[in-house]
């Protein structure tokens, strides 16, 4: 097992009816920017819920950050919050909203010229507002993490970025928020979080029993709630399984002490900012292509992740290569597409562009081993066509 140091700061609130918690974790003289997406917290009681239990406070509404927020919609709650001596901002939402709210969090406090350069340029955030989130959507793990992904409009760019000073003070994590979720959004939920897993487990071995027995038992219950979720989502056993195994995905327990590789997550990115897929169907177009391109070196570890989570039988290599096919056949089964070309007929020059902004950008070696190199890259792309 490899060293490491294990930090979250968040108290996560699971369950149903915990809204009135949320006056207790804001300090009471405190100047809120309530953030939220498109509307949809106002159909499902989220909003009539949150407002209530900002009642004592004094607060200004920030809404519209889209699903894959943007640098351009984000940068003008910098302004209102600077504007009003705003010093917490509360999130009601997806992953984006999160995400949209932890960069924010993090320009507000910005010394340089433009804080694009965080994601860009890697600048690191060296303070940043605190806030707290209301999840209403399972899947990214953003409500428990210290990550953040950030798209940019004028350049059609899709980069992520992170600090230990960007986990939320808080999340109320309420599973009945998913009973009004749109169907797509239930299946991106269970290959986000799958994906999630699969990055921080399909490596190679770390001699880490614990970590790799947290990484199946996560899969193991995806595979066994996920497909029962999509037909019965206001069912409280699936949707608390279902909201609790998101959130383990991506808190930053998996990844200690193993190796990992986020390579589909990198070139997946770049799917969402040149096609517009939901990032969970970039995940399910990429991710078995990886894998296969990147066999010999995940092998081991995907025959045990055959053996375990499939119980599949044979030598370790057609477990290994089974155990791809499978993962494939589960993201049909969720009903999700799993070829760039049923998102689009734009597909012919993909890994052209996203080799030439990979070299741009110096990343040449991606991965476990740092060794999905540009060629690697072009080959995973071109075979998920
Ligand atoms: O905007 P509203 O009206 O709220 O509608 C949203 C949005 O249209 C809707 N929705 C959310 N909760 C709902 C609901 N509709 C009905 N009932 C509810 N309870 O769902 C749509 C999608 O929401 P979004 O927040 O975009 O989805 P998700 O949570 O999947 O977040 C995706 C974003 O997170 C990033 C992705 O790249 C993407 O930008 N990720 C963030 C990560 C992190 N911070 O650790 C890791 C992930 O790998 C991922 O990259
Ligand atoms: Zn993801």
Request: net charge negative.
């Amino acid at each position: 097992m490899l060293n490491f140091e294990l930090y979250n700061p968040t108290k996560l609130i699971f369950g149903q009816n915990q809204y009135d918690k949320i006056a207790a974790e804001i300090p009471k003289e405190s100047k809120i920017l309530m953030a939220y997406g498109g509307g949809s917290i106002k159909k499902n009681g989220v909003y009539e819920n949150v407002i209530k239990a900002l009642a004592n406070y004094e607060y200004i509404e920030f809404n519209g950050i889209e699903a894959n927020p943007t640098y351009e919609t984000l940068i003008q709650a910098v302004t209102i919050i600077k504007a009003n001596n705003i010093d917490f901002v509360l999130a009601v939402g997806g992953g984006s909203v999160i995400d949209g709210v932890k960069f924010i969090c993090a320009a507000v406090n910005y010394e340089g010229i433009d804080p694009w350069d965080i994601l860009a340029k890697g600048a690191k955030v060296k303070s940043a507002l605190p806030f707290g989130t209301v999840l209403t959507l399972p899947a990214t793990g953003s409500e428990m993490n210290s990550g953040s992904v950030i798209s940019k409009k004028d350049t059609d760019e899709k980069l992520a970025f992170g600090s230990p000073l960007l986990f939320p003070k808080f999340s109320i994590t309420d599973p009945t928020t998913i009973y009004s979720l749109p169907k797509r959004q239930l299946q991106n939920g269970v290959i986000d979080a799958y994906v999630h897993v699969m990055e921080q487990y399909v490596t190679y071995p770390a001699n880490a029993y614990l970590q790799d027995r947290f990484a199946e038992s996560i899969l193991k219950t995806l595979i066994e709630i996920g497909p029962k979720i999509i037909k019965d989502q206001t069912n409280y056993t699936l949707a608390s399984n279902f909201m609790w195994c998101c959130t383990m995905a991506l808190n930053g327990l998996l990844s200690r002490g193993v190796p990992t590789d986020w390579a589909t997550h990198m070139i997946g990115h770049e799917l969402t900012a040149l096609h517009g897929l939901d990032h969970a169907q970039s995940l399910a177009v990429i991710g078995p292509n990886l894998y296969k391109v990147q066999f010999n070196d995940k092998k081991e570890k995907l025959a045990q992740y055959g053996k375990s989570v499939w119980n599949l039988t044979g030598s370790d290599d057609e477990i290994a290569q089974k155990a791809i096919e499978k993962t494939q056949e589960f993201y049909q089964l969720l009903g999700v597409e799993t070829s760039l070309s049923k998102y689009t007929s734009d597909y012919k020059e993909t890994a052209k562009i996203i080799t030439n902004r990979f070299k741009t950008r110096g990343w040449i070696g991606l991965g476990e081993h740092k060794n999905i190199d540009l060629k690697k890259v072009e080959e995973i792309v071109e075979l998920s066509y």
